[in-house]
């Protein structure tokens, strides 16, 4: 009977039963085909679709996102650069800083800091020489923030090269001479002096019509010249003009006397001829100019 029965099984449910058999054995079967229709069952037992295109429709997000242009959120306060001022007295102290700096214990400062990173530190630490380190160093730290500056600072400090650190924050070097203004009392004096001037210029200009007050001024300049006194220490004494060569002469003979050491009644007979013709002198220049007066 069973022999009959196998015989007379149609050749789709022998096909059916071929399948479940190699799902089986390969366990990829989760549920039995339906005993309807055999199409239905093997459509029902193939793996879902749906799944797939889920997946693929996230993995063409995921690429569209990861194509989209970076925007940068992060405010214009988070971007920091240098101030000119720090970078000038970096610069004004380059050549002392590489030849005097200890850049070991300042490189592990400045990366504990977070001023510098582990490749920085390592290309400079590549240089080997020590005043090749100090400058790839300080052309590090002035392309950083301005915070690279204080923490500079700090190193050089706590590293005991405060002298370096001083050296950085004096502000010495920063006074400027201010630019020459001239001297205050001079300037003033000259103003004075240009006021006075224009005074001066203005009553010549009215002076020139007044010929008889000129007359009396040249009188009076002559009369006053004429009744000076002879003194006998004389700066100048031949810009005077009552000065003759009898005058010369006799005043000669009064200092020989005076420097020979002669006898006091020689001396005195010395001086009363000088004081003659001193007087004969004046004389004459009354005389000359008594027709003027």
């Not at 923030?145 to 923490?151: G, H, I, L, Y």
Request: proline share 3%; glycine share 2%.
């Amino acid at each position: 009977m069973g022999s009959k029965r196998k015989k007379n099984l149609s050749r789709s449910q022998r096909n059916k039963k071929n399948y479940v058999r190699k799902c089986r054995s390969k366990k990829n079967v989760t549920s039995i085909p339906e005993q309807g229709n055999f199409s239905t069952g093997i459509h029902n037992a193939l793996p879902s679709t749906s799944g797939t295109l889920q997946v693929t429709e996230e993995l063409h997000n995921a690429s569209n996102s990861q194509l989209r242009p970076y925007v940068d959120d992060s405010s214009d306060e988070d971007i920091e650069i240098m101030s000119p001022e720090h970078k000038r007295r970096l610069n004004d102290c380059l050549v002392k800083l590489v030849e005097n700096m200890i850049p070991d214990e300042v490189l592990n400062i400045l990366l504990a800091k977070k001023v510098l990173t582990i490749s920085e530190m390592d290309t400079v630490k590549s240089k080997g020489i020590r005043m090749a380190m100090n400058e790839m160093l300080i052309s590090l730290v002035t392309c950083k923030p301005d915070k690279a500056f204080s923490v500079l600072v700090e190193a050089l400090k706590r590293s005991e090269q405060k002298n370096l650190a001083k050296l950085l924050t004096s502000t010495e070097y920063r006074k400027r001479k201010p630019a020459f203004e001239g001297n205050k009392d001079v300037t003033e004096d000259r103003k004075a002096v240009q006021a006075v001037e224009k005074f001066d210029k203005k009553e010549r200009e009215l002076q020139i019509y007044n010929i008889e007050g000129n007359w009396e001024f040249l009188r009076d300049s002559l009369l006053s010249a004429t009744d000076q006194s002879w003194c006998k220490v004389l700066s100048r004494p031949r810009v005077m003009w009552r000065w003759n060569d009898a005058v010369d002469k006799a005043i000669r003979a009064k200092r020989q006397a005076w420097k020979c050491g002669v006898s006091r009644e020689l001396y005195q007979i010395a001086r009363r001829k000088a004081r003659r013709q001193v007087h004969l002198s004046r004389e004459v220049a009354e005389k000359k100019f008594a027709n003027v007066l």
